[in-house]
C-alpha cells in the first residue's frame, strides 16, 4: 500500500491532487489511489481535479500505523487481528518467548475484554483502540513492581487524547484516564510467564452513548461524544501516535528516568491535594496492613483475596523526592502509601463509592 501517497493526499486538506502532480506516473498513481480506496479510505476521484482525500478508512491499517514508525522497543513488531477473546490473551501466550519482547498486539474486537478486578471491557468492531504490549523490563534498571507500567501507559494515553482533543486529561487512580470526569480508557497490566508483563489498553474512539452499558452511560465518554461536529478520528493514526508514546515512555524508564515518568503520572492525578478515602489491603491475608499502624482506621472487610481491608482519610499528596504517595490526616500527622497496597481511591465521603 502506498503511504506515502496516503499521506500527500491527507495533507491536501480535501483540496484534489492532479494525478499529474504527485510525482508519479498517472496510471500508477490512480491504481495506488484506488488500492487505497479498496481497503476502505475515503478517496474521491475527479475526471479533470484528480483525487481527493475525504476521510480514514473503517478499519486499522497496518501499513499506515507501521509506516516509518521509528521505534526502539515497543511497536518493533505489530500483529493486528480482526476478532479476538482479548488482545491480553494472546499477549500472554506471545510471552512464553522472550522474542517477542516489544510486540503489539492490536484486535478490531474482543469477545471477553476485562479490566481491573474482573470488570468487563466492552465495545462494538471498529469502534476503539484495544492493544496489548508484550515486556520483559530489565529487573536492573526498572521497579520490581508492574505499578510504574499502569503510569506509563495512562500518561502516554493521555497525551494522545490531549493531542487528539485539545483538552485536560486526568488519571484517576489507579488505571483510568478521565476527561471532564469520565472514563474514556482503561489498562491493565497482567503477569506472564518468567518476568514477561502484559500491558493492555482499551480507548475509546467511536462510541456513541446507546453503545456504551446503562450503568455507564454517565460515566464513560469517546473521543467521537468529545467532538461530535467534528471529521471522524483515524484509529489508525491514534494507535500510531499511542506506540510511539509508549515507546519514547519506556525508553526513558529503561535508562533509569522513571522519575521523569513519576512526575508526568504526577501532574495530571486527579485527585491529588483533595479529600480522600484510600483503602488499603494489608499485604499478608487478614492480617492489618503496615499503613494502618498509623491513626486508626475503619475495618473495611476483606478483598477478593481475603486479604484486610481498612479506609484511611486524609488530603491526598505526594513525598518527595520520589514522588510516593501519602496522606496528610486531621491530626496533622502523614500517612505514607505505598501503591501496591492501595485497594482504592475515592473522594471522602461518608460511604465512598469505590469502583
Same mark, same amino acid.
Given at each position: 500500500?502506498?503511504?506515502?501517497?496516503?499521506?500527500?493526499?491527507?495533507?491536501?486538506?480535501?483540496?484534489?491532487? !492532479?494525478?499529474?502532480?504527485?510525482? @508519479?506516473?498517472? %496510471? /500508477? +498513481?490512480?491504481?495506488? #489511489? $484506488? &488500492?487505497?480506496?479498496?481497503?476502505?479510505?475515503?478517496?474521491?476521484?475527479?475526471?479533470?481535479?484528480?483525487?481527493?482525500?475525504?476521510?480514514?478508512?473503517?478499519?486499522?491499517?497496518?501499513?499506515?500505523?507501521?509506516?516509518?514508525?521509528?521505534?526502539?522497543?515497543?511497536?518493533?513488531?505489530?500483529?493486528?487481528?480482526?476478532?479476538?477473546?482479548?488482545?491480553?490473551?494472546?499477549?500472554?501466550?506471545?510471552?512464553?518467548?522472550?522474542?517477542?519482547?516489544?510486540?503489539?498486539?492490536?484486535?478490531?474486537?474482543?469477545?471477553?475484554?476485562?479490566?481491573?478486578?474482573?470488570?468487563?471491557?466492552?465495545?462494538?468492531?471498529?469502534?476503539?483502540?484495544?492493544?496489548?504490549?508484550?515486556?520483559?523490563?530489565?529487573?536492573?534498571?526498572? !521497579?520490581?513492581?508492574?505499578?510504574? @507500567?499502569?503510569? %506509563? /501507559? +495512562?500518561?502516554?494515553? #493521555? $497525551? &494522545?487524547?490531549?493531542?487528539?482533543?485539545?483538552?485536560?486529561?486526568?488519571?484517576?487512580?489507579?488505571?483510568?484516564?478521565?476527561?471532564?470526569?469520565?472514563?474514556?480508557?482503561?489498562?491493565?497490566?497482567?503477569?506472564?510467564?518468567?518476568?514477561?508483563?502484559?500491558?493492555?489498553?482499551?480507548?475509546?474512539?467511536?462510541?456513541?452513548?446507546?453503545?456504551?452499558?446503562?450503568?455507564?452511560?454517565?460515566?464513560?465518554?469517546?473521543?467521537?461524544?468529545?467532538?461530535?461536529?467534528?471529521?471522524?478520528?483515524?484509529?489508525?493514526?491514534?494507535?500510531?501516535?499511542?506506540?510511539?508514546?509508549?515507546?519514547?515512555?519506556?525508553?526513558?524508564?529503561?535508562?533509569?528516568?522513571?522519575?521523569?515518568?513519576?512526575?508526568?503520572?504526577?501532574?495530571?492525578?486527579?485527585?491529588?491535594?483533595?479529600?480522600?478515602?484510600?483503602?488499603?489491603?494489608? #499485604? $499478608?491475608?487478614?492480617?492489618?496492613?503496615?499503613?494502618?499502624?498509623?491513626?486508626?482506621?475503619?475495618?473495611?472487610?476483606?478483598?477478593?483475596?481475603?486479604?484486610?481491608?481498612?479506609?484511611?482519610?486524609?488530603?491526598?499528596?505526594?513525598?518527595?523526592?520520589?514522588?510516593?504517595?501519602?496522606?496528610?490526616?486531621?491530626?496533622?500527622?502523614?500517612?505514607?502509601?505505598?501503591?501496591?497496597?492501595?485497594?482504592?481511591?475515592?473522594?471522602?465521603?461518608?460511604?465512598?463509592?469505590?469502583?
Amino acid at each position: 500500500m502506498n503511504i506515502a501517497l496516503l499521506r500527500r493526499l491527507r495533507a491536501a486538506d480535501g483540496d484534489y491532487i !492532479p494525478l499529474l502532480d504527485l510525482d @508519479l506516473d498517472p %496510471l /500508477a +498513481a490512480r491504481r495506488d #489511489a $484506488e &488500492v487505497l480506496a479498496g481497503f476502505g479510505f475515503k478517496i474521491e476521484f475527479h475526471p479533470t481535479l484528480g483525487v481527493a482525500y475525504r476521510g480514514p478508512a473503517p478499519r486499522l491499517c497496518p501499513d499506515q500505523i507501521e509506516a516509518d514508525l521509528d521505534v526502539a522497543h515497543i511497536g518493533r513488531r505489530i500483529a493486528v487481528w480482526n476478532r479476538v477473546t482479548s488482545t491480553n490473551d494472546l499477549a500472554a501466550r506471545a510471552a512464553a518467548s522472550a522474542a517477542n519482547d516489544g510486540l503489539v498486539i492490536l484486535a478490531e474486537e474482543q469477545t471477553a475484554g476485562r479490566g481491573r478486578r474482573g470488570h468487563t471491557w466492552t465495545a462494538p468492531a471498529n469502534s476503539s483502540i484495544l492493544l496489548s504490549v508484550v515486556l520483559f523490563p530489565p529487573s536492573a534498571t526498572c !521497579p520490581t513492581d508492574a505499578t510504574w @507500567l499502569t503510569a %506509563l /501507559a +495512562a500518561v502516554a494515553v #493521555a $497525551e &494522545v487524547v490531549e493531542a487528539a482533543t485539545g483538552l485536560t486529561a486526568q488519571i484517576k487512580w489507579p488505571n483510568d484516564v478521565r476527561i471532564n470526569g469520565r472514563k474514556i480508557s482503561g489498562m491493565l497490566v497482567e503477569h506472564a510467564s518468567g518476568r514477561g508483563a502484559v500491558l493492555g489498553i482499551g480507548l475509546n474512539v467511536h462510541l456513541e452513548r446507546h453503545h456504551f452499558p446503562d450503568e455507564l452511560r454517565e460515566v464513560a465518554t469517546s473521543l467521537t461524544l468529545l467532538n461530535p461536529e467534528g471529521a471522524p478520528f483515524d484509529r489508525s493514526e491514534l494507535a500510531r501516535s499511542l506506540i510511539q508514546r509508549l515507546d519514547a515512555w519506556y525508553a526513558a524508564c529503561l535508562n533509569g528516568r522513571v522519575n521523569v515518568l513519576e512526575h508526568a503520572w504526577c501532574q495530571r492525578l486527579e485527585l491529588l491535594g483533595h479529600r480522600v478515602d484510600v483503602r488499603l489491603q494489608s #499485604a $499478608e491475608k487478614n492480617k492489618p496492613a503496615q499503613a494502618s499502624q498509623a491513626p486508626p482506621s475503619t475495618d473495611d472487610g476483606a478483598d477478593a483475596n481475603g486479604r484486610g481491608l481498612h479506609i484511611h482519610t486524609g488530603i491526598l499528596e505526594l513525598t518527595p523526592p520520589q514522588l510516593e504517595l501519602a496522606l496528610r490526616l486531621d491530626d496533622g500527622g502523614r500517612l505514607a502509601l505505598h501503591r501496591r497496597n492501595i485497594h482504592a481511591i475515592a473522594r471522602a465521603t461518608n460511604n465512598p463509592p469505590f469502583c
